[in-house]
């Protein structure tokens, strides 16, 4: 039976925020800990975070450690899962590389995410070829661990699509040397895409509509306080929508049964909660400090553990080298795997040696 491996990552552009916790770090710690995977890898996307970054390389170096910090802080361990930097796996540009070949540049032209990354980046004019390429760079990142499964948020798909057509058009050229890797979404569909705290269906750094992981309590009540709900419901009786409304999206994302009991035993259940803001006579105040209760029990145990990583710094590091190494390894033996189904391992290919040795002493 063949193992059941996961890749996955981020890239080092800033602190992570909850918008990955619920899209993706919340379920790596329950896939690491269910004990169903084989090996699990953790890549800081270092590499790719430079194709759009090139000007700016000291924001990526400092955040990754930054990253390191926000994975330890989850619960990720390092016992469990590989966790490595992106840039230490020479592997990854020579299969990229190889993999170029196999992708034509109007397929690429047609990848929804890139075509959405290019226009939030403001890229139309002049794109960078490490940064249009990135659906190649991140096929040889998902096939040089032999991944099976990729976690990932909807948004990603396309990217899923394209590396399974890389894959399947090298195993028909030059044989099964690599595995064909299936998407992981999340079960809760709020945890898809969870929106900016302005009400933006994107929740990202360069809007500064997020809450980070790291963030202090009052940090995260003020901006809590200040979300967007419905515009229309400027009084207290006035009856609210739910559909848009960020509070209730993130009650969505977070909210439990247990939390009513103890929170606001007023309700029995989000569904009840909801049932009274859509009919009116309740204020948004209420909700968001309920909301902001359960935000801060959620957040208190990373941030204290986060602190502890960060009286060591020097160990985090560490554990990154040897994640580095260990990946590494893995990675040189898939190449050497793909070079010899390409049949370009010209100094390992005996039968070819002794081939053109015979063809010459005709």
Partial sequence: MSEKIILTGDRPTGRLHIGHYVGSLKRRVELQNAGEFDKIFIMIADA???????DNPEKVRQNIIEVALDYLAVGLDPEKSTIFIQSQIPELCELSFY????????????????????????????????FF?????????????????VPVGEDQEPMLEQAKEIVRKFNSIYGEALVEPKILLP????????????????????????????EEPEEIQKKIMSMYTDPNHIRVQDPGTIEGNTVFTYL???????????????????????????RGGLGDVKVKKFLN??????????????????KNISYVYEILKKGSEAAEKVAA??????????RINYFEDESLIAGQQEKYCE
């Fill in 48 to 54: 790719q975070a430079l194709t759009d970054n090139a």
């Fill in 99 to 130: 993999y170029m070949n196999l992708v034509t540049v109007a397929r690429l032209q047609r990848n929804p995410t890139v075509k959405s990354e290019i226009q939030a980046r403001n890229f139309e004019a002049s794109i960078p070829v490490g």
């Fill in 133 to 149: 390429t990135y659906p190649i760079s991140q096929a040889a990142d998902i096939t040089a661990f032999k991944a099976t499964t």
């Fill in 187 to 214: 079960e809760n569909k709020a945890c898809l895409r969870l929106p900016g705290i302005d009400g933006n269906a994107k929740m990202s750094k360069s809007l500064d509509n997020c809450i980070y992981l790291a």
């Fill in 252 to 278: 969505d994302a977070f909210g439990r049964t247990d939390h009513f009991e103890r929170f606001l035993p007023d309700y029995s259940s989000l569904e009840e909660l909801k049932e009274h803001y859509k």
């Fill in 293 to 310: 209760k359960i935000m801060q029990e959620e957040l208190e145990p990373i941030r204290n553990r986060r602190k502890e990583y960060q």
């Fill in 333 to 342: 033996q898939t190449l050497a795997d793909v070079k010899s189904a390409m």
